[in-house]
Nanobody, 126 residues
């Protein structure tokens, strides 16, 4: 069982920055692909960014150039640096983990992630 705990959400003005953290309890964190998802009110949850166990990254088109996902395997933590925030980035952000044999595999779908955090609210005011 893997527990994920997010932190770093909050209220920020448009154009500002936040860094989200997701701490994992996994003993072999380096074997997990990680993802950050978000869900805005009235909308479906969507993948924002993902990082393979090998460190390769993928981003939704809406956040490319503004968000950066990274991981620190020594700290069992994945991060989401969010810059140039927009009101439309307002959502609950959740991290998720998918155990994998394949260090280069990217997981774009919710159903591929077995473990989820509780989520953290990000609100961007205009």
């Amino acid at each position: 069982q893997v527990q994920l705990v997010e932190s770093g959400g909050g209220l920020v003005q448009a154009g500002g920055s936040l860094r989200l953290s997701c701490a994992a309890s996994a003993r072999t964190f380096s074997s997990y692909a990680m993802g950050w998802f978000r869900q805005a009110p009235g909308k479906e949850r969507e993948l924002v960014a993902a990082i393979t166990s090998g460190g390769s990254t993928n981003y939704a088109d809406s956040v490319k150039g503004r968000f950066t996902i990274s991981r620190d395997n020594a700290k069992n933590t994945v991060y989401l640096q969010m810059n140039s925030l927009k009101p439309e980035d307002t959502a609950v952000y959740s991290c998720a983990a998918a155990w994998t044999f394949n260090s280069g595999r990217y997981y774009p779908r919710e159903v591929e992630y077995a473990y989820w955090g509780q989520g953290t609210q990000v609100t961007v005011s205009s």
